[in-house]
Nanobody, 115 residues
Framework: QVQLVESGGGLVQAGGSLRLSCAAS????????MGWYRQAPGKQRELVAS???????NYADSVKGRFTISRDNAMYTINLQMNSLKPEDAAVYYC?????????WGRGTQVTVSS
């Protein structure tokens, strides 16, 4: 019904940048809320950024000013531009989409930041 495919993860040095993308397909609408979670070893899964209908965005305090989420409604794609990366940002990043009170997940993409 819904498929989410992330891309763009990789290994970067602290202070570098990465751009993650998530392409959605299936029974979705451009107004469905979408965003990114991440989970690092020993940590709880946390919401990194989200975008809703009308382009309302939210960010975790730890990434404010460094990460930017954007949405391409026509392409059913969201992006996460990550700048000034820190070792603490290393995690598996998961794209999500919410529809009819159900959350759909991508398989995740690994982000590694070397100090």
């Amino acid at each position: 019904q819904v498929q989410l495919v992330e891309s763009g993860g990789g290994l970067v040095q602290a202070g570098g940048s990465l751009r993650l993308s998530c392409a959605a397909s299936g029974n979705i609408f451009s107004t469905d809320p979408m965003g990114w979670y991440r989970q690092a070893p020993g940590k709880q899964r946390e919401l990194v950024a989200s975008v809703t209908q009308g382009g309302i965005t939210n960010y975790a305090d730890s990434v404010k000013g460094r990460f930017t989420i954007s949405r391409d409604n026509a392409m059913y794609t969201i992006n996460l531009q990550m700048n000034s990366l820190k070792p603490e940002d290393a995690a598996v990043y998961y794209c999500y989409l919410r529809r009819n009170s159900r959350t759909y997940w991508g398989r995740g993409t690994q982000v590694t930041v070397s100090s």
